[in-house]
T-cell receptor, first 114, second 118 residues
Framework: NAGVTQTPKFQVLKTGQSMTLQCAQD?????MSWYRQDPGMGLRLIHY???????DQGEVPNGYNVSRSTTEDFPLRLLSAAPSQTSVYFC?????????????FGPGTRLTVT | AQKITQTQPGMFVQEKEAVTLDCTYD???????LFWYKQPSSGEMIFLIY??????QNATEGRYSLNFQKARKSANLVISASQLGDSAMYFC???????????????FGQGTELSVKP
């Protein structure tokens, strides 16, 4: 049982490049989400999914796309990287959207856009 | 709008002493949960403790307890017998259990950096 895994751990992009941050969980969780963490601002929700085939926008969705073709995987795509997207990205999952307990977080991806 | 406020950007505590990290929240919902996460320098988010809005007793998990005062909308984390390994950033977060709120997102405070002195 690996929990929530994220790849890569570190990434450097040039402005305008695209890439996909991978997230997978092996706990059969329905709910998955992506957050970004910027200094002094806590974590903010980018996109989320309440089940395979269903995604929706969070608080800061601009510049990012997601898809959920399987229960296990929830990749985050940066369409055209910008320096403002330099951040630490966390993927999280929980059994359902109304789970009364914690969301499990992945280890994070540290992204730098130059 | 829902909001979490952590007013202590940084705190120091002597090893083996207890420390309280403050958290206040704002919501008009009746059903919600309050969480504390620890983020060490390695970066991962570690779940510490959970309190449901309808729970009558304060939550406890080992050395961690949550001082829940619903009327005051506060959910302070108490760490007893601090250890050097407790040095980290601590985040208070809230989640309401309604689908319309962006899928029940976690709303985080800005964090408190705790340093434990030997």
């Amino acid at each position: 049982n690996a929990g929530v895994t994220q790849t890569p751990k570190f990434q450097v992009l040039k402005t305008g490049q695209s890439m996909t941050l991978q997230c997978a969980q092996d706990m059969n969780h329905e709910y998955m989400s992506w957050y970004r963490q910027d200094p002094g601002m806590g974590l903010r929700l980018i996109h989320y999914s309440v089940g395979a085939g269903i995604t929706d926008q969070g608080e800061v969705p601009n510049g990012y796309n997601v898809s959920r073709s399987t229960t296990e995987d929830f990749p985050l795509r940066l369409l055209s990287a910008a320096p403002s997207q330099t951040s630490v990205y966390f993927c999280a999952s929980s059994y359902t959207v109304t789970s009364a307990y914690e969301q499990y977080f992945g280890p994070g991806t540290r992204l730098t856009v130059t | 709008a829902q909001k979490i406020t952590q007013t202590q950007p940084g705190m120091f505590v002597q090893e083996k002493e207890a420390v309280t990290l403050d958290c206040t929240y704002d919501t008009s919902d009746q059903s919600y949960g309050l969480f504390w996460y620890k983020q060490p320098s390695s970066g991962e988010m570690i779940f510490l403790i959970y309190q449901g809005s309808y729970d009558e007793q304060n939550a406890t998990e080992g050395r961690y307890s949550l001082n829940f005062q619903k009327a005051r909308k506060s959910a302070n984390l108490v760490i007893s017998a601090s250890q050097l390994g407790d040095s980290a950033m601590y985040f208070c977060a809230m989640r309401d259990f309604t689908l319309y709120n962006q899928g029940g997102k976690l709303i985080f405070g800005q964090g408190t950096e705790l340093s434990v002195k030997p």
